[in-house]
């Protein structure tokens, strides 16, 4: 089965930035999208097709892609970033939803 | 606006049944696919199930495959998960999602999602 792997913790300072990764397979052929998970609320889409932000997302959230890792960056962290963020693609292999296993962002 | 509102979860016993619902709002629900993804309790997202725009395509994770059935009323602008022979793993949040037009589209907006507990 496909797999993608995330680090389970980040730590950042305010006003730092934050970068997560995410490792795949082959994930340069895919689409990759991103989510943020507040405590007790469901996720909410905050780029895809690795650089693409929803209306209502800052431009502090930025995706990028290199070799077999997409990476999702938040500058200028702020306090309310402060969630899990899970990367995810589509599997055409499997025809299968990937999530990676998520990371914790915790702002200092 | 779009929306999703799930209903149907609760407490059930191990080897139980449970059919959860989804009515969507706010959109052409018929142009879209849809999925299914819950988490477990601390547990990150795990991909359920997805089903395309006219019921030509449907898939299930393996963990589910077998026991569990997606189907869609695109009439009723509704979803629904038929969960057959439950276990205690299946225990999760049951979110409905709905995904782009496109497998690899992203999963851009999602319901509240519904508790699912099984009992051992």
């Known amino acids: 089965s496909y797999v993608l792997t995330q680090p389970p913790s980040v730590s950042v300072a305010p006003g730092q930035p934050a970068t997560i990764t995410c490792g795949g397979d082959d994930i340069g052929s895919k689409s990759v999208h991103w989510y943020q998970q507040k405590p007790g609320q469901a996720p909410v889409l905050v780029v895809s097709d690795e650089s693409d932000r929803p209306s209502g997302i800052p431009d502090r959230f930025s995706g990028s892609k290199s070799g077999n890792t997409a990476t999702l960056t938040i500058s200028r962290v702020e306090a309310g970033d402060e969630a899990d963020y899970y990367c995810q693609v589509w599997h055409s292999g499997s025809d299968h939803v990937v999530f990676g296993g998520g990371t914790k962002v915790t702002v200092l | 606006d779009v929306e999703m509102v799930e209903s149907g979860g609760g407490l059930v016993k191990r080897g139980g049944s449970l059919r959860l619902s989804c009515a969507a709002s706010g959109f052409t629900f018929s142009n879209y696919m849809m999925i299914w993804v819950r988490q477990a309790p601390g547990k990150g997202l795990e991909w359920v199930s997805s089903?395309?725009?006219?019921?030509?395509?449907?898939y299930y994770a393996d963990s589910v495959k077998g026991r569990f059935t997606v189907s869609r009323d695109n009439r009723k602008k509704s979803l629904y998960l038929q969960m057959n022979s439950l276990r205690a793993e299946d225990s999760a949040v049951y979110y409905c999602?709905?995904?782009?037009?496109?497998?690899?589209?992203?999963?851009?907006?999602w319901g509240q999602g519904t508790l699912v507990t099984v009992s051992s």
């Open positions: 999602v709905r995904q782009g037009r496109g497998y690899d589209e992203p999963a851009d907006y």
């Open positions: 089903i395309s725009s006219s019921n030509n395509y449907i």
